[in-house]
């Protein structure tokens, strides 16, 4: 068996190279972009029906059945009874998730909508259709 030996130069080598990669693996500094002493503005988000509930409600793993069903219609009723259905539903079309439950549309609805507004474009704009308290459609451009 052989044994290594280290002479204090080269534990000091050791210690200016960890030193040197602690350096260049450090954290960038984050620049504030709201001026101290100022919130930012909320997100509609944080005042939505869902929030602390479980999510999987609203990604139903299937569309076929009662249950299935079921678990869908009680995304929706949570959907209608959210203050910011109409940003949520804003927000998915803009986006496009392709999975889930938002603003009270399906993925599939959430589709159909957009073929309406625009038969030839993939996830452009969307007329968003009246929601629960509201008396007109308006369009995303």
Not at 17 to 46: C, H, K, M, N, Y
Not at 59 to 76: H, L
Not at 117 to 128: C, E, G, Y
Request: proline share 7%; charged share 20%; hydrophobic share 40%.
């Amino acid at each position: 068996m052989s044994t290594v030996e280290f002479s204090a130069t080269d534990l000091s080598a050791s210690a200016a190279w960890a030193a040197q990669e602690q350096v260049t693996l450090a954290r960038p500094v984050v620049r504030r972009r709201t001026p101290i002493g100022s919130d930012p503005e909320p997100d509609w988000r944080d005042s939505s029906a869902c929030v602390g509930l479980d999510l999987n409600l609203f990604f139903p793993i299937s569309t076929v059945g009662a249950a299935a069903q079921a678990q869908i219609e009680e995304a929706k009723a949570v959907c209608r009874e959210c203050p910011v259905q109409r940003a949520c539903l804003t927000w998915a079309l803009k986006v496009g998730p392709e999975f889930g439950i938002f603003g009270g549309y399906t993925d599939a609805e959430r589709r159909e909508l957009r073929q309406r507004s625009n038969p030839n474009a993939r996830l452009i704009t969307a007329v968003i259709p009246p929601c629960a308290g509201s008396s007109e459609g308006s369009d995303l451009n």
